[in-house]
């Protein structure tokens, strides 16, 4: 068991709707990475935070938005959800020193549907 | 798109035999990690290769990590039914923290 929990498990929304994600970090942990995993596929990069901060982000539209805060938990946004967006979103928390990334650990995911 | 390949994308064998796993790229990485995901679950890391032409060996698995540092594979010998999941390798490139993930490879072992 890593500690980085995610909730809720599982969501259904349709098209157009607005959804938030919430990760708690492992104790000890200033980093949080966000990933999409389709259906039969390797999770992608969606960013990461550290510090509150955007620190990096893959190839995903404005849409999707995220929030970290001072106890290093962190949100995933997604505003006008398409089909497309149905998924595992996977979050990993980490320790970030020295410019460099420790192991990132995952959290159990939240299995989006968008119907 | 996906900056690395797997091969093969799904593998189902017998109990007690071999296999193995290749994670194949045209970029450059400072690092591979492999990881196994269960249903319902977030991956989990296995293990890190940093060298090139790096070998590393947890019990019946053996990473290796290609010369150029552009691949990787994965061998398990014996399998066991316990090794039943899907196996994802991911990259991390210099100056980048988050993680490049392969296609993943979906593996049951049959009793």
């Known amino acids: 068991e890593t500690g980085v929990t995610q909730s809720p498990t599982h969501l259904i929304k349709t098209r157009g709707q607005q959804v938030t994600l919430r990760c708690s970090s492992q104790s000890g942990h200033n980093t949080v990475s966000w990933y999409q995993q389709a259906l039969g596929q390797g999770p992608q990069f969606i960013f990461q935070?550290?510090?509150?901060?955007?620190?990096g982000r893959g190839n995903f539209p404005p849409r999707f938005s995220g929030l970290q805060f001072p106890n290093y938990s962190s949100e995933l946004n997604v505003n006008a959800l398409e089909l497309d967006d149905s998924a595992l979103y996977l979050c990993?928390?980490?320790?970030?020193?020295?410019?460099?990334?420790?192991?990132?650990?995952f959290g159990p995911g939240t299995r989006l549907t968008v119907l | 798109t996906q900056l690395l390949e797997q091969s093969p994308q799904f593998l189902s064998i017998q109990e007690g035999e071999n296999l193995t796993v290749y994670c194949n790229s045209s970029s450059v990485f400072s690092s591979l990690q492999w990881y196994r995901q269960e249903p319902g679950e977030g991956p989990v890391l296995l293990v890190t290769?940093?060298?090139?032409?790096e070998v590393k060996k947890l019990k019946r698995l053996t990473f290796q990590f290609g010369d150029a540092r552009k691949d990787s594979s994965l061998h398990i010998t014996a399998a066991q039914p316990g090794d039943t999941g899907l196996y994802l390798c991911?990259?991390?490139?210099?100056?980048?923290?988050?993680?490049?993930f392969g296609t993943g490879t979906r593996l049951t072992v049959i009793p």
């Open positions: 991911a990259g991390v490139r210099w100056g980048a923290n988050n993680l490049f």
């Open positions: 990993a928390s980490s320790l970030l020193a020295g410019g460099n990334t420790d192991t990132q650990y």
């Open positions: 290769v940093v060298t090139g032409g």
């Open positions: 935070y550290y510090r509150e901060e955007e620190n």
